[in-house]
């Protein structure tokens, strides 16, 4: 209860309209998992295969039955006995009555209702491994869309840094020109570097607005409700190919498959099953009652208990259960099929994504050098043109330096953390 009321908070808190709510990691995963329609149905799935999983459905517990006739009918009646006694009457009528229980319980089968029952049980384990696959599935969406933002927002800064430089270059030039050592050119081109970074600027910021909408949408929240993320991106840098690789039959989805393997080889043992012969034992207590106006009868009664045994014996059906069989053995063979193609499809995904983390792992120290040595060469380019000692080219190409290498390090942080999730997702390892 404490925890709906939570969930139920802050939703109410993100839709406010207007305020800026701090969105954590933990709490967007949190959303994502309450409001979730494609978990509520996996949900569903689990909850109506547990009540299909009861022996009732399998067929091994008892089956009662309880009949009711009552019928009515007007005849004519012309009987000539061996007595020599005629009987002729017109509209006469007739009433035939019967009440009864009857119940029965199958005693074998084949051992079908096992083999039923088994299926039962399996489906409810896998559609447990298809929702545990869901929340993996909707984990790693959740982080891939609140780490965009935080990538996106951290480009945002790269650019406010160059548009800082552009400031004070466009002042030096104002400056200069005030006491008649710059020409027009400069500050026009001053203008001109600044102008296209404020646009740079917006576009981004489309960017990071566009981001932010996509993950309401996946939190199940109104996409123009306003959020701010505060957030680095921090990688996992201990993974190995190894580990992951090993890990593999935990998948949810390699699981369900080999669930499905199990659950089709028991439908070859219930289709197996058709063919022998089913034993029923059966009672039940009945009344009966033939009342007639004419006939030589006018009164028939009988009641009481009756017990007994069926015995059902197939003989020929034109080879349909024969058929069955053999096409639900093609379905085991199919399921077996369809685990190796998801190892297999895994398996390379795992060792593609590993490629990308460690190639941008190791890529990410240098590209934090260069950061850093460009963001100090613009310093000092900026230090060189107010000094006279440098062109106003000089300052720009030190600004593209710098918003290049600032672009390919928050890509690269990007792409380490998503091949980070993806991989740990496909361990079914994907945690807060």
């Known amino acids: 209860m404490k925890q709906t009321v939570l969930y139920v908070f802050l939703i109410l808190l993100f839709l406010q309209s207007g305020a800026q709510n701090i969105l954590q990691l933990s709490d967007a995963v949190n959303i994502a998992l309450k409001n979730s329609l494609e978990l509520q149905l996996s949900k569903n799935i689990v909850e109506a295969n ?74 409810v384990g896998q559609s447990e491994q298809q929702l545990n696959a869901q929340i993996q599935n909707i984990l790693a969406s ?12 951290s480009y945002m800064k790269t650019i406010d840094k160059s548009i800082d430089a552009s400031h004070q270059q466009l002042t030096i030039v104002q400056t200069r020109q005030a006491v008649g050592l710059a020409n027009n050119a400069d ?9 296209a970074l404020l646009q740079t600027k917006q576009s981004q910021q489309l960017i990071i607005g566009q981001a932010k909408a996509e993950l309401l ?24 190919l190894e580990n992951v690789l090993s890990k593999l039959n935990k998948n949810a989805d390699i699981t369900a498959a080999l669930d499905q393997i199990k659950i089709n080889g028991l439908a070859v043992k219930e289709t197996g099953a058709l063919r022998y012969p089913s034993i029923r034992a059966t009672t039940g207590y009945s009344f009966i009652r033939n009342k ?5 009868i006018l009164l028939n009664q009988n009641y009481g208990p009756s017990l007994g045994i069926s015995l059902g014996i197939p003989i020929y059906n034109g080879s349909v259960y024969k058929r069955q069989l053999k096409v639900a053995e093609i379905n085991v063979s199919n399921a077996r099929i ?18 990308s983390y460690n190639s941008t792992i190791k890529q990410l120290e240098t ?66």
Do not use: H, W
């Open 338 to 355: 369809d685990e190796q193609i998801l190892m297999r499809d895994y398996s390379a995904q795992v060792i593609k994504f590993f490629q």
């Open 50 to 123: 547990t009540v299909l999983n009861n022996y009732g459905v399998a067929g091994g517990l008892p089956l009662v039955t309880g009949s009711l006739t009552d019928n009515e009918q007007i005849s004519s009646i012309n009987q000539k006995l061996n007595s020599g006694v005629n009987i002729s009457r017109d509209a006469a009528p007739s009433n035939s009555f019967a009440l009864g229980v009857t119940g029965s319980i199958l005693l074998y089968n084949g051992t079908r209702v096992v083999a039923t029952k088994a299926r039962l049980a399996a489906l």
């Open 187 to 195: 500050l026009f081109q001053a203008q001109i570097d600044l102008n």
């Open 367 to 432: 590209e934090q050098q260069n950061y850093t040595l460009s963001n100090q060469l613009l310093e000092l380019a900026l230090q060189r043109f107010q000094f006279k000692q440098a062109t106003i080219v000089d300052v720009k190409n030190a600004q593209q330096s710098f918003e290049a290498s600032g672009y390919r390090l928050v890509n690269l942080n990007y792409a380490a953390k998503t091949a980070e999730i993806e991989l740990k997702r496909l361990a079914n390892e994907l945690s807060l």
């Open 217 to 240: 949408r996946q939190l199940t929240l109104n996409p123009d409700s306003a959020i701010s993320i505060q957030d680095t991106i921090i990688i996992d840098r201990q993974l190995l």
């Open 142 to 153: 959740v982080m891939v869309g609140y780490y965009d933002i935080v990538r996106q927002q």
């Open 292 to 296: 007639a106006a004419a006939g030589q």
